[in-house]
Structure formats: structure tokens, C-alpha cells
């Protein structure tokens, strides 16, 4: 399974755009990234998916080289509600279909 | 909300006692997930299924037990339940199909106390 590594913590500000960027170097071929956002005391959210170049929601902008060695979630325009803890996944879409969360980061919005 | 149901919602429970969780879903979806969070820390899965009376291990199983003899319920054991195991348990579904094939729908959670 792909490991994947993202920075414990982040700070931002108001109106600001955020990237959280994650590491996941030994990315199959048949790997899906996938974000999700956790509030405290409720369960994570899916957020964005992609497989290559550019994905883009209602909510945030995903970002994937052409190596997939990384990728980056935007999200723009950040308000305090966006605090939460941000999780990078690294899915295999086969049979199994196993889910597993990182540590994610937490990103503190601030006024 | 996806139609999943976690029960009890809380529980405190002595050492050594045997312990269920069920998560039930109303949506059909093939994938179910147990995972524990711990103060301060992310998810971790504990069993997955992929269909009825298919499942697999995940990261922290020891200790744990599931069965899944309907699509719709999912049953997570503690056969003889430690302090180590205090922590909040989460269910999942997923359809694993799709645009959005890796998105998975979570349940309340049940914060689970082992005195």
C-alpha cells in the first residue's frame, strides 16, 4: 500500500488560500488520491478525488503531477469553518477497496 | 447524510467483558469499514468488508473481530475488551464504484470506555 506523509500542522488566515501538500512516492499505477476533512467529534468528509493533472469541486482544487509522486489540495479563499484536520489518502480501487487515514494535518484558520 | 446507524452510540464496559458495535446502512454499499480514533491521532482501520461474509484485516486488528452476514450490518467484536481499546470507533460505507469511487460515508461514531 502507498504510504503517504503530510505536514502535521499548518496555520492560515482568513481569505487566504491554502495548499497542503502530500507525499506519496511509491503510487501505483492503479492508485486513486482522495481527500477527506474531519471536524472534531464527527467523521471524516470526502472532499476531492483525482488520478492525474487537475481535479476541481465546489470546495477545493486538487492538484497531481505528472509523476503522481505527490499532490496538492488548494483550497481557496479559506474561512474559520475550514478548520479541521485534512487527510491524504492513497486508494487502490480493486476488490478490496481498502481506506486508510494518515495522521492528516491540521490546519487552524485564524481571523 | 448516507443511511448509516452506529449503535450504541456510547458505551462503558469492564475489562474482560465481551463488547459488539453494529453500524447498519440503508444504501446498499458493498464496502464497510471499522476504524478507531484516539485523542490526538487519525484514523485507524481495524477491518474492512467487501461484500457479505467477505473481510480482511486492517492496520490494528488484534483484538478485534467482525462479521458481516447481511450487507447492511456490519459487527465489530471485542472479545474480552482492555483499556487499550477506549477510544471512539468509527464505521464507513462505500460504493467503490463510480466518479467519486473512493468516497466513503461515516457513521456518528461510538465513544466506547473500557474501566
Known amino acids: 500500500l502507498a504510504k503517504t506523509t503530510q505536514p502535521i500542522s499548518m496555520d492560515s488566515y482568513e481569505g487566504q488560500e491554502v495548499n497542503i501538500t502530500c507525499s506519496h512516492n511509491?503510487?501505483?499505477?492503479?492508485?486513486?488520491i482522495t481527500w477527506y476533512q474531519q471536524f472534531p467529534s464527527q467523521g471524516p468528509r470526502f472532499i476531492i478525488q483525482?488520478?492525474?493533472t487537475k481535479v476541481t469541486n465546489e470546495v477545493a482544487s486538487l492538484f497531481i503531477p505528472a509523476d503522481r509522486k505527490s499532490s496538492t489540495l488548494s483550497l481557496p479563499r479559506v474561512s474559520l469553518s475550514d478548520t479541521a484536520v485534512y487527510y491524504c489518502?492513497?486508494?487502490?480501487?480493486?476488490?478490496?477497496?481498502?481506506?486508510?487515514f494518515g495522521g492528516g494535518t491540521r490546519l487552524m484558520v485564524k481571523p | 447524510d448516507a443511511g448509516i446507524t452506529q449503535s450504541p452510540r456510547h458505551k462503558v464496559t469492564e475489562t474482560g467483558t465481551p463488547v459488539t458495535l453494529r453500524c447498519h446502512q440503508t444504501e446498499n454499499h458493498r464496502y464497510m469499514y471499522w476504524y478507531r480514533q484516539d485523542p490526538g491521532h487519525g484514523l485507524r482501520l481495524i477491518h474492512y468488508?467487501?461484500?457479505?461474509?467477505?473481510?480482511d484485516k486492517g492496520e490494528v486488528s488484534d483484538g478485534y473481530s467482525v462479521s458481516r452476514s447481511k450487507t447492511e450490518d456490519f459487527l465489530l467484536t471485542l472479545e474480552s475488551a482492555t483499556s487499550s481499546q477506549t477510544s471512539v470507533y468509527f464505521c464507513a460505507t462505500a460504493t467503490g464504484q463510480g466518479v467519486r469511487n473512493t468516497e466513503a460515508f461515516f457513521g456518528q461514531g461510538t465513544r466506547l470506555t473500557v474501566v
Open positions: 483525482g488520478y492525474k
Open positions: 511509491n503510487i501505483a499505477t492503479n492508485d486513486y
Open positions: 489518502l492513497v486508494v487502490l480501487n480493486n476488490a478490496g477497496n481498502m481506506l486508510t
Open positions: 468488508s467487501y461484500g457479505v461474509k467477505d473481510t
